[in-house]
T-cell receptor, first 113, second 111 residues
Framework: DQQVKQNSPSLSVQEGRISILNCDYT??????FLWYKKYPAEGPTFLIS?????DKNEDGRFTVFLNKSAKHLSLHIVPSQPGDSAVYFC????????????FGSGTRLLVRP | NAGVTQTPKFQVLKTGQSMTLQCAQD?????MSWYRQDPGMGLRLIHY???????DQGEVPNGYNVSRSTTEDFPLRLLSAAPSQTSVYFC??????????FGPGTRLLVL
């Protein structure tokens, strides 16, 4: 029973356009959410996070939106660049200091030049 | 400052063999953890440690043992490897959620 779901295994967008990656969760106790980016043969790296007290968090080209009532979050990348091509994982936890992080299955993003 | 290092990068085992996956960090982080990544499953937490001498189970601990005798090292032991343990293993260390650093991974194939 996956508590964090990324239903799109892959996404392809044109360079300069917006990339939207989606994530759904089932556990209403989750209150802290993160996005990680992973290149081949490397470990994941932290990208951006959001607490459940917010509905939006921005960091440069990356924005995460949280819809608590729908138990849905999304990562927007604008404008998309070829270097953004990677696998993106969303993750959730109960509390920003929780030791247990639950990951989604990942979405592979390809940004075409 | 090497961050999080993992050895070996790749290993092939036969069913029933034992081995230890090594993980070390030089950032003086108290919290370390092990994950496995399988196709379509994302990363799943195996075991974690909040400091030397303290370990606890994650989502999928069966078949794995850990110990934490120093702050720097957090080895993961497979006592009797099974094909179901074929996976990519990532070690991580952190202070807070946003400062969790992952190692490059160990790819394990159990025949």
């Amino acid at each position: 029973d996956q508590q964090v779901k990324q239903n799109s295994p892959s996404l392809s967008v044109q360079e300069g356009r917006i990339s939207i990656l989606n994530c759904d969760y089932t556990n209403s106790m989750f209150d802290y959410f993160l996005w990680y980016k992973k290149y081949p043969a490397e470990g994941p790296t932290f990208l951006i996070s959001i607490s459940s007290i917010k509905d939006k968090n921005e960091d440069g080209r990356f924005t995460v939106f949280l819809n608590k009532s729908a138990k849905h979050l999304s990562l927007h990348i604008v404008p998309s660049q070829p270097g953004d091509s990677a696998v993106y994982f969303c993750a959730a936890s109960r509390g920003d200091s929780s030791y247990k992080l639950i990951f989604g299955s990942g979405t592979r993003l390809l940004v075409r030049p | 400052n090497a961050g999080v290092t993992q050895t070996p990068k790749f290993q092939v085992l036969k069913t029933g063999q034992s081995m230890t996956l090594q993980c070390a960090q030089d950032m003086n982080h108290e919290y370390m953890s092990w994950y496995r990544q399988d196709p379509g499953m994302g990363l799943r937490l195996i075991h974690y440690s909040v400091g030397a001498g303290i370990t606890d189970q994650g989502e999928v601990p069966n078949g794995y043992n850990v110990s934490r005798s120093t702050t720097e090292d957090f080895p993961l032991r497979l006592l009797s490897a099974a094909p179901s343990q074929t996976s990519v293993y990532f070690c991580a260390s952190r202070t807070g959620m946003e400062t969790q650093y992952f190692g490059p991974g160990t790819r394990l194939l159990v025949l």
